[in-house]
């Protein structure tokens, strides 16, 4: 199992500029979340999806912020336009099921700076 | 979810067992434990979970006292791969809300 995939690892923008990151979920995973993390406010849950379809959003911090899920192995999350305090880190999680909610398996991140 | 309380920060000798205590003496009946860990510049990392009984996993194992007011989580065997910052959650299960990470203890492991 490849385990969570998150691109690009690195992503350098500047203000103003659109910034798409991309996770695939865990094959047979039907729960996937999408977290910040800053070292002033530490992880924080974004969004989570469960088959396809957003059911948490309340994190998203602003309008500026979107993701979507258009099948079980894709998902983006979109920034436009990018300030600089969006830079973080960006990680992308999924769980199997409902009885293991709380079992998710993070991807390896995408770390974002924007100028 | 209850709050829990953890050490800043604990260091352990590699190949030696290290200890990482939580309390969480607000616990609710149908609350669980959970363990994960952070290591530098990766994505947290499930570890294992309980209710009331021990358990044991390929990386770790859990032991919850019988009152359930606080509980050990154990490395059998410490690898400076283990070195992290260890979180204690709990939460019902099935919550469908935000694992909420608080500071955790960073394990330092050294040969």
């Known amino acids: 199992d490849a385990g969570v995939i998150q691109s690009p690892r690195h992503e350098v923008t500047e203000m103003g500029q659109e910034v798409t990151l991309r996770c695939k979920p865990i094959?047979?995973?039907?729960?996937l979340f999408w977290y910040r993390q800053t070292m002033m406010r530490g992880l924080e849950l974004l969004i989570y999806?469960?088959?396809?379809?957003?059911?948490?959003d309340s994190g998203m911090p602003e309008d500026r912020f979107s993701a979507k899920m258009p099948n079980a192995s894709f998902s983006t999350l979109k920034i436009q336009p990018s300030e600089p305090r969006d830079s973080a880190v960006y990680f992308c999680?999924?769980?199997?099921?409902?009885?293991?909610?709380?079992?998710?398996?993070f991807g390896p991140g995408t770390r974002l700076t924007v100028l | 979810d209850a709050k829990t309380t953890q050490p800043t920060s604990m260091d352990c000798a590699e190949g030696r067992a290290a200890n990482l205590p939580c309390n969480h003496s607000?616990?609710?009946?149908?609350?669980?434990v959970y363990w994960y860990r952070q290591i530098h510049s990766q994505g947290p990392q499930y570890i294992i979970h309980?209710?009331?009984n021990n358990e044991t996993n390929e990386m770790a194992s859990l032991i919850i006292t019988e009152d359930r007011k606080s509980s050990t989580l154990i490395l059998p065997h410490a690898t400076l791969r283990d070195t992290a910052v260890y979180y204690c959650?709990?939460?019902?299960?099935?919550?469908?809300?935000?694992?909420?990470f608080g500071k955790g203890t960073t394990l330092s492991v050294s040969s």
């Open positions: 959650i709990v939460r019902a299960e099935q919550a469908g809300t935000a694992l909420i």
């Open positions: 999806f469960n088959n396809n379809v957003p059911i948490d």
């Open positions: 094959s047979g995973h039907d729960y």
């Open positions: 999680a999924s769980s199997r099921d409902r009885t293991r909610f709380d079992e998710q398996f």
């Open positions: 607000t616990i609710s009946g149908n609350e669980y």
């Open positions: 309980g209710l009331k």
